[in-house]
């Protein structure tokens, strides 16, 4: 089956504790990247990845880092969460950059305290 | 100016009810749109595509107005199953510019 894994579903942890974000698909796609949702705000991209090796910031990354070593995976990592990343996290997958339909992966919610 | 902008909603209606949702954008160079729905708490998912001379799934219409920037989503009958967020997409073709709505709550009620 096609789909967008994403592991935690749901994580509550203090500032300043590292943590990682895993993401991985199984449909070969080029295209990954990461949003945040907040009320009122709709979704808004953090990081994306064109390709292997290949990352650039979107529109609200600071505080956050991405990888990309295999094109499956794009994991998401908070060095030092702040209570302002408190927030729904979605990975999202596409064949092609701005080409087509993204696939999302079920959602992380994340709470820092 | 947002760069994507929708109906705040929500909209409440009842079964059967038609009911349509406008979506304005304000990058004249944008050459794909989506609708995508969201349900509570789940991940958005591509309801369709909207293509410049208008395209129609089942009770779905999607209308694309590139002279006045805004497009448009009709739904006809409405079900109870129709209940849910739903999200207009614009990005820049070839690039990874794609920018979201904040969503239209939609719910049916019986």
């Known amino acids: 089956e096609a789909q967008v894994t994403q592991n935690p579903r749901y994580l509550i942890t203090v500032t300043g504790k590292k943590l990682t974000v895993t993401c991985s698909q199984n449909m070969n796609h080029e295209y990954m990247s990461w949003y945040r949702q907040d009320p009122g705000l709709g979704l808004r991209q953090i990081y994306y990845?064109?390709?292997?090796?290949?990352?650039d910031k979107g529109d609200v990354p600071e505080g956050y880092k991405v990888s990309r070593k295999e094109k499956r995976n794009f994991p998401l990592i908070l060095e030092s969460p702040s209570p302002n990343q408190t927030s729904l996290y979605f990975c999202?997958?596409?064949?092609?950059?701005?080409?087509?339909?993204?696939?999302f992966g079920p959602g992380t919610r994340l709470t820092v305290t | 100016r947002k760069e994507v902008e929708q109906d705040p909603g929500p909209f409440n209606v009842p079964e059967g009810a038609t009911v349509a949702f406008n979506c304005t954008y304000s990058?004249?160079?944008?050459?794909?749109f989506f609708w995508y729905r969201q349900d509570c708490r789940k991940e958005p998912k591509l309801l369709m595509s909207v293509y410049s001379s208008g395209n129609e799934d089942g009770r779905f219409t999607a209308q694309l107005n590139r002279a006045s920037q805004y497009i448009s989503l009709l739904i006809r009958d409405s079900k109870l199953s129709d209940s849910a967020t739903y999200l207009c997409v614009v990005n820049k073709e070839g690039n990874n510019d794609m920018r979201f709505g904040a969503g239209t709550r939609l719910t049916v009620k019986p």
């Open positions: 990845s064109m390709n292997v090796e290949v990352t």
């Open positions: 990058n004249s160079a944008s050459q794909s």
């Open positions: 999202a997958s596409t064949r092609l950059a701005g080409v087509g339909e993204q696939y």
